[in-house]
């Protein structure tokens, strides 16, 4: 193990490594919504900034409410 960790393209590689594998596990906790729901209708549609899909309901724009 210290053999290994004199090698800096080893310590880089593992550094990376658990950065990718940490930042997976922990993609469930920042992820804001569920991404297997969705509306493959809405897909097209523009921002909600400019009439599109937005809001708590998912259906929510300009003039809508």
């Known amino acids: 193990m210290r053999q290994a960790l004199r090698h800096p393209m080893i310590v ?3 550094t990376l ?3 990718f594998l940490g930042t997976a596990l922990l993609a469930t906790v920042y992820t804001p919504h569920d ?3 969705g509306n493959l209708a809405d897909r ?3 921002p909600a900034l400019f009439g599109g899909v937005g809001g708590a309901s998912g259906r929510e724009g300009p003039g809508t409410g």
């Open 12 to 14: 880089t590689g593992g």
């Open 17 to 19: 490594l658990a950065l």
């Open 35 to 37: 991404p297997m729901v």
């Open 44 to 46: 097209h549609l523009p």
